[in-house]
């Protein structure tokens, strides 16, 4: 069965950080780049994050870029969302999806996990 699971968010201050991590099962990560997505309460869901599979190039939306960092490790078929300098306007459910070649086309992402919830707040 294929599958993305999502975990690592929670509730952290501003100013914190958290590790998201994206694990897959059913399938092999290598061939497939990773996007990040958060999705606020009555907002669209935005990317926030893309790793390619070919040679590990990253972008980042300019909100999270300098405080993000995606990253992945094949061997564990998991990628991974480190974010620091958190914010409340960071609050949202992220979700990971995978995709042929990073893009910013929601509709080109295939397989999501269910999400997990980070929440900034004093």
């Known amino acids: 069965q294929v599958q993305l699971v999502e975990s690592g968010g929670g509730l952290v201050q501003p100013g914190g950080s958290l590790r998201l991590s994206c694990a897959a099962s059913g399938f092999t990560l290598d061939y497939y780049a990773i996007g990040w997505f958060r999705q606020a309460p009555g907002k669209e869901r935005e990317g926030v994050s893309c790793?390619?599979?070919?040679?590990?190039?990253?972008y980042y939306a300019d909100s999270v870029k300098g405080r993000f960092t995606i990253s992945r490790d094949n061997a564990k078929n998991t990628v991974y969302l480190q974010m620091n300098s958190l914010k409340p306007e960071d609050t949202a459910v992220y979700y990971c999806?995978?995709?042929?070649?990073?893009?910013?086309?929601?509709?080109?992402?295939?397989?999501w996990g269910q999400g997990t919830q980070v929440t900034v707040s004093s």
């Open positions: 999806a995978t995709v042929i070649d990073c893009s910013d086309y929601r509709d080109e992402y295939d397989y």
């Open positions: 790793i390619s599979s070919s040679d590990g190039s990253t």
